[in-house]
């Protein structure tokens, strides 16, 4: 079926230095998108989203990519703090929203 | 903090019996969805809540049922526990409009659910 999925299961990063996180999806008719943080024994924290009809999307130190042409996103974490270090999740989502297909997720490890 | 309130925080089941979960939506919203996660993967998708309806389901047995009620909050219940079904349990609220979709989904801390 459908399935949301991750370059790489781990990343390391320098405090300070900049982060990005990769992700592939596979449904073609996905038309919102999300990106996730999970800490230890927490759920899943909010942190940016991005619609089909952007391509990139700015918050606080965070800024998502949305590449539809090769069904690609990306989470960039500037400055990265050992604050950030937890699992990330992108997550899909097709028209009318029920279904959130989660990826397998990425941790990220920040090295002091 | 998402304002989404689960309970009980942790519980311990023997396989064949059955519990309920419960969760509280952030205050005004009215959709309520529910996940499994198992330990080191994704959310997987239950159900979704709307209206105190089912409004979308994912590749879960019957054994996995749910409510919500009419102050938007919602139960998991599910019977015949077996090993496999230890897991994390998320649910997320949402407004849902009827001319749009929701989308945003903030996830309560989950409850941890142990099956011997």
């Known amino acids: 079926g459908e399935s949301v999925g991750l370059h790489l299961p781990t990343l390391s990063v320098q405090e300070g230095d900049n982060s990005i996180i990769n992700c592939a999806y596979s449904?073609?008719?996905?038309?919102?998108f999300i990106w996730y943080k999970q800490e230890s024994g927490k759920g899943p924290q909010f942190i940016i989203d991005?619609?089909?009809?952007?391509d990139k999307r700015q918050g606080q130190r965070v800024t998502v990519l949305l590449n539809k042409t090769v069904k690609h996103l990306s989470l960039q974490i500037a400055a990265t703090q050992p604050g950030d270090s937890a699992v990330y999740f992108c997550?899909?989502?097709?028209?009318?929203?029920?279904?959130?297909?989660f990826g397998p997720g990425t941790r990220l490890s920040v090295l002091p | 903090e998402t304002g989404v309130t689960q309970s009980p925080t942790h519980l311990i089941k023997t396989r064949g019996q059955q519990v309920t979960l419960r969760c509280s939506s952030q205050?005004?919203?009215?959709?309520v969805s529910w996940y499994q996660q198992a330990l080191g993967q994704g959310p997987q998708f239950i159900f979704q809540?709307?209206?105190?309806?089912?409004?979308g389901r994912g590749n879960f047995p019957p054994r996995f049922s749910g409510l919500q009620f009419p102050n938007y909050s919602s139960e998991l219940n599910v019977n015949a526990l077996e090993l496999d079904d230890s897991a994390l349990y998320l649910c997320?609220?949402?407004?849902?409009?009827?001319?749009?979709?929701?989308?945003?989904?903030?996830f309560g801390p989950g409850t941890r659910l142990t099956v011997t």
């Open positions: 991005i619609r089909s009809n952007m």
């Open positions: 997320a609220s949402s407004l849902k409009l009827d001319s749009d979709s929701s989308y945003e989904q903030y």
């Open positions: 809540y709307y209206r105190e309806e089912e409004n």
């Open positions: 205050s005004g919203h009215n959709t």
């Open positions: 449904n073609s008719a996905s038309d919102y």
């Open positions: 997550a899909e989502t097709s028209p009318y929203g029920q279904n959130f297909v």
